[in-house]
């Protein structure tokens, strides 16, 4: 089997190989921040030639979005707290702590920086759509609960909590802190019920 083919494989080699130049990623963000990621030195530490990472990766910026996206699926639980205001406060207390570390950190820079190419787009919106999947039970036990009406914008729900930690972070570099979880948790409740059915003094 030639090398080509080994790495088109789903599992064995190419998998092995994978997850070597993954982890390499991972461990030079940690070391040395995002802006030292470059092919020469994953190749080094993960012990595969750079002409077979530019064939399955094509550029840095593919390479540092495949690795920091995968890392970032398993770094954010999906809590089940028994309400919704307990949900998405543990989830949002989740998130600013991995912004705070240097993967949650390079993933988000990563993303607000590279360059909007096909492959970047694709991997972006496959994971946005996968995070969004995910969080989808927290919206359906509330609904079953009564917490919100079953016709929420769930998206919008948790756009209305996590982006503006995202701005925070990003952007302004306001704290961001339990009181801030907070107000951003009831402000999403409120905006969800709200706009479900019409003003709540009206139903």
Not at 39 to 47: D, G, L, M, W, Y
Not at 83 to 110: E, H, K, W
Not at 159 to 176: G, K, M, N, Q, S
Request: aromatic content about 4%; glycine content about 6%.
């Amino acid at each position: 089997m030639t090398e080509s083919e080994a790495l088109r494989r789903p599992g064995g080699r190419s998998a092995r190989v994978r997850d070597a130049v993954h982890q390499a990623v991972l461990e030079t963000v940690i070391e040395l921040g995002v802006g030292k990621v470059g092919i020469p030195e994953v190749s080094r530490r993960a012990a595969v030639r750079d002409s077979s990472i530019y064939r399955r990766w094509g550029t840095r910026e593919n390479l540092l979005v495949d690795a920091l996206l995968g890392a970032s699926e398993h770094a954010l639980r999906v809590p089940d707290t028994g309400s919704l205001r307990g949900d998405l406060s543990a989830f949002a207390s989740d998130l600013i702590d991995y912004l705070n570390t240097p993967l949650g950190d390079g993933l988000v820079r990563t993303l607000a920086s590279i360059p909007d190419s096909e492959d970047t787009r694709s991997a972006r919106d496959e994971f946005w759509t996968s995070r969004l999947r995910t969080l989808m039970p927290i919206l359906t036990r509330a609904s079953e609960r009564g917490e919100v009406p079953p016709d929420v914008d769930g998206r919008i729900l948790i756009e209305l909590v996590i982006a503006p930690i995202h701005f925070r972070h990003l952007l302004t570099r306001e704290p961001t802190d339990p009181a801030l979880v907070s107000v951003l948790v009831d402000t999403a409740i409120r905006a969800a019920q709200t706009t479900a059915h019409g003003r709540p003094e009206d139903r």
